[in-house]
């Protein structure tokens, strides 16, 4: 199965993704991680998404397209996988429908009231874990591994608030996109505990 993990900035795409990659051992492909490792190890790409991300505003889709395309040509992608941040405006969706075959695309819905916080509070680890300063109880390492955690460059309020609009304007659009297509299934409890809203999403896989 392959599936599309749509939602706002800070919705719990990779909250989420993280819980349906143990359960159902679906591939996470992260656009947004794929461009942070590339930035991390100075690459063309890193470089030049860097300034695109910092702006709270896509990277160009040529780049990012031709990233997907080629992810999804690895072995590893026939177990099945998850988009994650990808696609994110009209061009790249129609795009994908020319080079994968997806069968569902989940909407997790959050109130844009919530984000700002949920992002400017979260910590990341370098495994890829997310957590929110509201429930780390002070501890500044990863529960999983045990690394030092870190904010993301872009989770300041002023960063949010162009990838909030960004959000808004080219990606929400999709949420129709899908619709159209028969494959948009919303997860209506986005604004409940990662559990709660994981176990909406086991009811949606089966
Ligand atoms: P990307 O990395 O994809 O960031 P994003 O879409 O802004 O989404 P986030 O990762 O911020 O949110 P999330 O939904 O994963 O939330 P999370 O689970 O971590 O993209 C970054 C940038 O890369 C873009 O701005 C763009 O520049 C570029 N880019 C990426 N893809 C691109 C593309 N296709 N085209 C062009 N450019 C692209 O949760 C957030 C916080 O909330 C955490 O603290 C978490 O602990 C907490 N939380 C999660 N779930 C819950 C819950 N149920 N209740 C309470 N708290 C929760
Ligand atoms: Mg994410």
Same mark, same amino acid.
């Given at each position: 199965?392959?599936?599309?993990?749509?939602?706002?900035?800070?919705?719990?795409?990779?909250?989420?993704?993280?819980?349906?990659?143990?359960?159902?051992?679906?591939?996470?492909?992260?656009?947004? *991680?794929? /461009?942070?490792? %590339?930035?991390?190890?100075?690459? #063309?790409?890193? !470089?030049? &998404? $860097?300034?695109?991300?910092?702006?709270?505003?896509?990277?160009?889709?040529?780049?990012?397209?031709?990233?997907?395309?080629?992810?999804?040509?690895?072995?590893?992608?026939?177990?099945?996988?998850?988009? *994650?941040g /990808?696609?994110? %405006?009209?061009?790249?969706?129609? #795009?994908?429908? !020319?080079? &994968? $075959?997806?069968?569902?695309?989940?909407?997790?819905?959050?109130?844009?009231?919530?984000?700002?916080?949920?992002?400017?509070?979260?910590?990341?680890?370098?495994?890829?874990e997310?957590?929110?300063?509201?429930?780390?109880?002070?501890?500044?390492?990863?529960?999983?591994?045990?690394?030092?955690?870190?904010?993301?460059?872009?989770?300041?309020?002023?960063?949010?608030?162009?990838?909030?609009?960004?959000?808004?304007?080219?990606?929400?659009?999709?949420?129709?996109?899908?619709?159209?297509?028969?494959?948009?299934?919303?997860?209506?409890?986005?604004?409940?505990?990662?559990?709660?809203?994981?176990?909406?999403?086991?009811?949606?896989l089966g």
């Amino acid at each position: 199965m392959n599936i599309i993990l749509l939602g706002a900035p800070g919705a719990g795409k990779g909250t989420q993704a993280s819980k349906i990659k143990q359960k159902y051992n679906l591939l996470h492909i992260s656009t947004g *991680d794929i /461009f942070r490792a %590339n930035i991390k190890g100075g690459t #063309e790409i890193g !470089k030049l &998404a $860097k300034s695109y991300i910092d702006a709270g505003v896509l990277v160009p889709d040529e780049v990012t397209c031709d990233i997907v395309k080629d992810r999804l040509t690895w072995d590893d992608v026939k177990q099945g996988y998850m988009l *994650d941040g /990808f696609p994110r %405006n009209l061009f790249q969706a129609k #795009e994908l429908d !020319k080079f &994968a $075959k997806i069968d569902l695309c989940l909407n997790i819905e959050v109130d844009e009231s919530l984000l700002m916080d949920r992002i400017c509070g979260r910590r990341v680890c370098a495994c890829g874990e997310s957590y929110h300063i509201n429930t780390l109880n002070g501890s500044t390492t990863c529960a999983k591994c045990g690394k030092e955690l870190y904010q993301r460059a872009d989770d300041n309020p002023e960063t949010v608030k162009s990838r909030l609009d960004t959000y808004n304007t080219q990606t929400a659009p999709l949420i129709d996109y899908y619709k159209s297509q028969g494959k948009l299934v919303s997860v209506t409890s986005g604004e409940g505990s990662p559990d709660d809203v994981f176990a909406e999403i086991c009811k949606i896989l089966g």
